[in-house]
């Protein structure tokens, strides 16, 4: 029997500003006009079979390049002159070979799906979740009719909402704070780590678009749609922490008929409050065999993100107690060992533990000591970026700082002396003076200074 061998001729219906009309565009042409990386977001039915074609005609493209190079299309003599020739220049001007491999994908549905064609609902639902995900999660909410506490909340009120994105003040800013949280710790504990690196850490942009993306396949799912990318996710849609993120729209929409209405004052989510309480309370049972605390991204990065912003724009957001409360257990964490420290600078805790050194509290000073400490001494790449930033010179201030002694300034936790001498958080209840508290967190201070010194 003869084999027949089917290539795919994908085209996009595609719109240009001189025409009327859509005309078709190959797939195998956009690769060739964008190159690579690039981002593509498919917000049409049957997406899917963009991202299989997508594939096909990036090998089409490698095999080209192969059997159309230079090499292949000139005599031998002339090879072997051109080799010599190339072996003094500098070969960085040669043309590299086509690579797809770097481009991402988003499809807003499989390959034998249709959207949503529901009026309440934008046409392009999913490029809507992409670019405006708290509008888009807001009225994906109200329409669920699942709300216990927003009865009398209507699309209207959504439109409404007061204060902006990057307020966290406001409503719609301290919304925005929570989405960032959740689809971040989401994406922590269900990805493989190195793919969180590459898609949640090294650039804003993708950070950004797939934190949406979470977000859009447990939109799109509800309306029988499941989301296609490449490089390809894990379903989602039913993590748990989505629960904490309808709750968190529930008690802040109960408070919009008040805000519009009345007038009434906008009060803060509890969210971030509660979920440092249950990472004490991990911190008070856990250990090294269980699984990592599923709020570490919450509390690593968000906290720290939230006493960042607070101290560079004297916004008080967090009340004293609970600025220190968060780097005690962040401390308490750190010291359960080295495979906690990775964790955390997994995470992303690096580029904020180090802006919080320009911070002149003066009670958070031990505390920051500390935490500098265990990140030295279990990755000492950090010292280059810490040298950079001048960070050695808060360890110098600490050290001039008479008041690190003084019982007045100093606030009572529960430390333990570990047996080497260093400074560690208690676990079990025992209590050391400030005094002797201080004493440590100036051999701390030594030992980052000749720690950072070798650089």
């Given at each position: 029997m003869e084999e027949k061998i089917v290539v795919c001729q994908?085209?996009?219906?595609?719109?240009?500003?001189?025409?009327?009309?859509?005309?078709?565009?190959?797939?195998?042409?956009?690769?060739?006009?964008?190159?690579?990386?690039?981002?593509?977001?498919?917000?049409?039915?049957?997406?899917?079979?963009i991202v299989k074609s997508f594939k096909q005609f990036a090998e089409q493209h490698e095999r080209e390049y192969e059997s159309g190079s230079l090499f292949s299309v000139i005599p031998s003599v002339c090879k072997m002159v051109l080799s010599l020739q190339l072996a003094s220049q500098n070969r960085a001007s040669i043309t590299p070979p086509p690579s797809f491999k770097n481009c991402?994908?988003?499809?807003?549905?499989?390959?034998?799906?249709?959207?949503?064609?529901?009026?309440?609902?934008?046409?392009?639902?999913f490029t809507a979740c992409l670019t405006t995900p708290i509008k888009i999660a807001l009225r994906w909410f109200v329409m669920q009719n699942t709300s216990k506490l927003v009865p009398k909340v209507s699309m209207d009120h959504i439109d409404k909402i007061p204060g902006q994105l990057n307020d966290r003040r406001t409503m719609l800013g301290e919304l925005?704070?929570?989405?960032?949280?959740?689809?971040?710790?989401?994406a922590w504990n269900t990805l493989p780590r190195d793919l969180f690196q590459k898609l949640f850490r090294q650039d804003l942009l993708v950070a950004s678009l797939f934190r949406n993306f979470l977000l859009a396949e447990r939109i799109m799912r509800s309306y029988d749609c499941t989301p296609v990318s490449s490089p390809k996710l894990p379903p989602t849609y039913q993590h748990a922490m989505w629960q904490a993120w309808d709750l968190a729209l529930d008690l802040c929409l109960s408070q919009l008929p008040g805000i519009l209405e009345k007038d009434e004052h906008f009060v803060h989510s509890p969210f971030f409050e509660e979920q440092l309480t249950a990472f004490q309370v991990w911190l008070n049972l856990g250990s090294e065999r269980r699984n990592p605390p599923e709020q570490l991204p919450i509390v690593l990065q968000d906290f720290c993100k939230i006493l960042f912003v607070e101290y560079l724009t004297n916004n008080v957001l967090l009340s004293q107690v609970h600025r220190l409360r968060a780097?005690?257990?962040?401390?308490?964490?750190?010291?359960?060992?080295?495979?906690?420290?990775n964790l955390a600078l997994s995470v992303g805790i690096f580029p904020y533990v180090l802006k919080l050194l320009q911070s002149s509290a003066r009670e958070l000073r031990p505390l920051l000591v500390f935490i500098w400490a265990k990140i030295l001494a279990v990755d000492s790449t950090c010292q280059a970026d810490l040298v950079r930033e001048n960070g050695h010179k808060y360890f110098l201030s600490v050290l001039q700082d008479p008041t690190i002694l003084s019982k007045a300034t100093l606030h009572f936790f529960k430390w333990r002396v570990s047996h080497s001498g260093s400074i560690c958080p208690c676990k079990y209840g025992s209590w050391i003076s400030c005094r002797t508290r201080g004493r440590l967190a100036r051999k701390s201070c030594l030992y980052l200074l000749r720690t950072t010194a070798g650089q």
């Open positions: 994908c085209t996009i219906p595609f719109i240009f500003q001189t025409y009327t009309q859509y005309i078709p565009l190959s797939v195998y042409d956009l690769q060739t006009w964008m190159g690579s990386p690039s981002i593509y977001v498919y917000d049409c039915s049957n997406a899917g079979i991402i994908q988003l499809a807003a549905c499989a390959a034998n799906q249709i959207l949503p064609m529901n009026p309440d609902l934008p046409a392009d639902i925005n704070w929570i989405f960032t949280a959740i689809t971040d710790t989401i780097l005690e257990l962040l401390g308490r964490f750190l010291d359960l060992g080295p495979w906690a420290v």
